[in-house]
T-cell receptor
Framework: DTTVKQNPRYKLARVGKPVNLICSQT?????MYWYQKKPNQAPKLLLF???????READTFEKFQSSRPNNSFCSLYIGSAGLEYSAMYLC???????????FGPGTRLTVL | GQQVQQSPASLVLQEGENAELQCNFS?????MQWFYQRPGGSLVSLFY???GTKHSGRLTSTTVIKERRSSLHISSSQTTDSGTYLC???????????FGAGTKLSVKP
């Protein structure tokens, strides 16, 4: 099974409220990634886990948190949603660095 | 500066014409993957191709490391090929794949 699952598929959030998005994979992949995709823009890497080590991009360091309680699950957490967080959030996994990525269907977040 | 550049930014074809999409990169490559982006935003993996040539139906991907480029060739285009094509690369000086800006393809009947 090469499926990456994301929950929920659609999320409506209020400004100032927290948001937690979930990603799971059963391929025993070491690395899991989160990307943000806005209309007419390329997907932007937010952060990734290699095993238990979290790497966050410098320009989004303070905006997103993540946890990986076990190899299969990875969350993306927004402490206080703003309108600018409205986007598609894509989760991906790979067995290691520098190899093929498998993407989930995405979670569309709308912040009102 | 830009480490990954996709060209053209947009392309309009008549059905049946061929398309050649390019992804150029500035440093050594660890991984290269081509994606088709569905209208809703989800991604379909077309090729994982860090070097050499791969074929899938009407699609061909060729990555030439020493020339620092990868191409996606679509032959006999169809209206259903319309959409955005993205390349994602992990460069030698990075630690995770990053995307090019994409090529928006429109195939007219």
């Amino acid at each position: 099974d090469t499926t990456v699952k994301q929950n929920p598929r659609y999320k409506l959030a209020r400004v100032g409220k927290p948001v937690n998005l979930i990603c799971s994979q059963t391929m025993n992949h070491d690395t899991m990634y989160w990307y943000q995709k806005k209309p007419n823009q390329a997907p932007k890497l937010l952060l990734f886990y290699y095993d238990k080590i979290l790497n966050r991009e410098a320009d989004t360091f303070e905006k997103f948190q993540s946890s990986r309680p076990n190899n299969s699950f990875c969350s993306l957490y927004i402490g206080s949603a703003g309108l600018e967080y409205s986007a598609m959030y894509l989760c991906a996994s790979s067995s290691y660095w520098g190899v093929e990525q498998y993407f989930g269907p995405g979670t569309r977040l709308t912040v009102l | 500066g830009q480490q990954v550049q996709q060209s053209p930014a947009s392309l309009v074809l008549q059905e049946g014409e061929n398309a050649e999409l390019q992804c150029n990169f500035s440093t050594s490559l660890n991984s290269m993957q081509w994606f088709y982006q569905r209208p809703g935003g989800s991604l379909v993996s077309l090729f994982y191709n860090p070097s050499g040539t791969k074929h899938s139906g009407r699609l061909t991907s060729t990555t030439v490391i020493k020339e620092r480029r990868s191409s996606l060739h679509i032959s006999s285009s169809q209206t259903t090929d319309s959409g955005t094509y993205l390349c994602a690369l992990e460069l030698d000086n990075n630690n995770a794949p990053r995307f090019g800006a994409g090529t928006k393809l429109s195939v007219k009947p």
